[in-house]
């Protein structure tokens, strides 16, 4: 079953095209300091590695704009500058030849400024990113609304639209945060009767590896399966390493992208007769760099293993000393416990 996506606008950053039927891209952005160029880059090399698709720099100074253009040169990935208040910061970043901006232009001073970046943004066809955070509400709509509702945050984001749309510029993406699942999946589901620009999602400051993992996954799976959302970032408090796993995850699951292998495996109970929870893990990292489109089952017994994950293309079932090989729920061969992990991994690699 696939969910129907609503249909985006299309905009590029970059290489990387964002909306429409296009995959749904994911984003990270660093925690290293954008002055210093080598451990931006570095990091940036292994988001790239793990599979991200397009990076964010804070800009907080001209020192960070001015640093866009050297790290530009060792990236492939597009990269995004966010900006607050300070639209030299974003003419620079343009300058140097950044792939998108990250600001609110109802932020940046008067209607001046905001023309000039547009035009600037227009001319170096540069998407802009509107970025509606609960916690950064206008105070206007505080007053308004008597609170932060998901309401008032569309309301927000619509204003700021209309500042670049009355400037000519529609080469916009818009995101609408907060740190609560039930509250951003109404905001979403606002917004996105609201506008046809693509939309950024994600669940802002989720919290740590584990339980941001658990709380992005629930918000943004929720949004995604609704059909809204054409990038997403899972916001963890760790290494953004873990943001790119996590989304991958999350698009997998909903069967929305395909990232090699996929794996699935039983929780264990009672009939568990080898050490599947160190199997698992060790089937888990050799399949990592493996590019196949294809299911992998890791099962603790031969009674229900191979017939619970008859989907799978392969699998192990564990039994006492020794485990099976399936295929496609049925048996292919029984090898002892020791020699279980290579010779699935040697299937593997002829399917
Ligand atoms: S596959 Fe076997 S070991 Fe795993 S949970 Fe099911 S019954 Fe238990």
Same mark, same amino acid.
């Given at each position: 079953?696939?969910?129907?996506?609503?249909?985006?606008?299309?905009?590029?950053?970059?290489? !990387?095209?964002?909306?429409?039927?296009?995959?749904?891209?994911?984003?990270?952005?660093?925690?290293?300091?954008?002055?210093?160029?080598?451990?931006?880059?570095?990091? &940036?090399?292994?988001?790239?590695?793990?599979? /991200?698709?397009?990076?964010?720099?804070?800009?907080?100074?001209?020192?960070?704009?001015?640093?866009?253009?050297?790290?530009?040169?060792?990236?492939?990935?597009?990269?995004?500058?966010?900006?607050?208040?300070?639209?030299?910061?974003?003419?620079?970043?343009?300058?140097?030849?950044?792939?998108? &901006?990250? &600001?609110?232009?109802?932020?940046?001073?008067?209607?001046?400024?905001?023309?000039?970046?547009?035009?600037?943004?227009?001319?170096?066809?540069?998407?802009?990113?509107?970025? !509606?955070?609960?916690?950064?509400?206008?105070?206007?709509?505080? +007053?308004?609304?008597?609170?932060?509702?998901?309401?008032?945050?569309?309301?927000?984001?619509?204003?700021? !639209? +209309?500042?670049?749309?009355?400037?000519?510029?529609?080469?916009?993406?818009?995101?609408?945060?907060?740190?609560?699942?039930?509250?951003?999946?109404?905001?979403?589901?606002?917004?996105?009767?609201?506008?046809?620009?693509?939309?950024?999602?994600?669940?802002?400051?989720?919290?740590?590896?584990?339980?941001?993992?658990?709380?992005?996954?629930?918000?943004?799976?929720?949004?995604?399966?609704?059909?809204?959302?054409?990038?997403?970032?899972?916001?963890?408090?760790?290494?953004?390493?873990?943001?790119? +796993?996590?989304?991958?995850?999350?698009?997998?699951?909903?069967?929305?992208?395909? %990232?090699?292998?996929?794996?699935?495996?039983?929780?264990?109970?009672?009939?568990?007769?080898?050490?599947? &929870?160190?199997?698992?893990?060790?089937?888990?990292?050799? /399949?990592?760099?493996?590019?196949?489109?294809?299911?992998?089952?890791?099962?603790?017994?031969?009674?229900?293993?191979?017939?619970?994950?008859?989907?799978?293309?392969?699998?192990?079932?564990?039994?006492?000393?020794?485990?099976?090989? %399936?295929?496609?729920?049925?048996?292919? +061969?029984?090898?002892?416990?020791?020699?279980?992990?290579?010779?699935?991994?040697?299937?593997?690699?002829?399917?």
């Amino acid at each position: 079953m696939a969910y129907t996506r609503k249909k985006t606008r299309v905009v590029a950053a970059g290489n !990387v095209l964002i909306g429409g039927e296009n995959p749904i891209i994911i984003q990270s952005m660093c925690n290293t300091d954008t002055r210093n160029i080598e451990s931006t880059v570095n990091q &940036i090399h292994a988001l790239e590695d793990a599979g /991200c698709e397009m990076v964010r720099l804070a800009v907080p100074d001209m020192q960070a704009a001015f640093s866009i253009g050297k790290i530009k040169k060792s990236v492939s990935v597009p990269l995004v500058a966010d900006i607050h208040f300070d639209y030299r910061l974003a003419v620079e970043a343009i300058n140097q030849g950044i792939d998108k &901006i990250r &600001i609110n232009p109802g932020n940046i001073g008067s209607y001046r400024n905001v023309q000039i970046l547009a035009d600037m943004a227009k001319e170096k066809h540069i998407p802009i990113r509107i970025g !509606v955070n609960s916690g950064s509400l206008e105070r206007e709509l505080l +007053k308004k609304f008597g609170r932060v509702t998901p309401e008032a945050m569309v309301e927000s984001a619509l204003g700021h !639209v +209309k500042i670049l749309e009355d400037c000519g510029f529609n080469d916009i993406v818009i995101s609408i945060k907060s740190s609560g699942v039930p509250f951003s999946i109404e905001a979403y589901r606002l917004l996105s009767q609201a506008v046809d620009y693509p939309l950024h999602i994600g669940i802002t400051e989720a919290g740590t590896v584990y339980s941001g993992t658990v709380k992005s996954a629930v918000g943004i799976g929720a949004i995604l399966s609704m059909g809204i959302g054409d990038t997403i970032r899972v916001s963890l408090t760790g290494n953004p390493v873990d943001e790119i +796993k996590a989304a991958k995850e999350i698009l997998k699951s909903l069967e929305l992208r395909k %990232f090699g292998i996929e794996m699935i495996s039983c929780p264990t109970c009672g009939r568990t007769q080898i050490d599947l &929870i160190g199997l698992a893990e060790k089937v888990e990292k050799r /399949c990592e760099s493996i590019n196949k489109n294809i299911k992998v089952a890791v099962m603790g017994c031969a009674v229900n293993g191979p017939g619970e994950a008859r989907e799978a293309d392969i699998g192990i079932a564990g039994g006492k000393g020794e485990g099976l090989i %399936f295929k496609k729920g049925e048996i292919f +061969k029984k090898v002892p416990e020791n020699m279980l992990l290579d010779t699935l991994m040697e299937e593997i690699e002829k399917l």
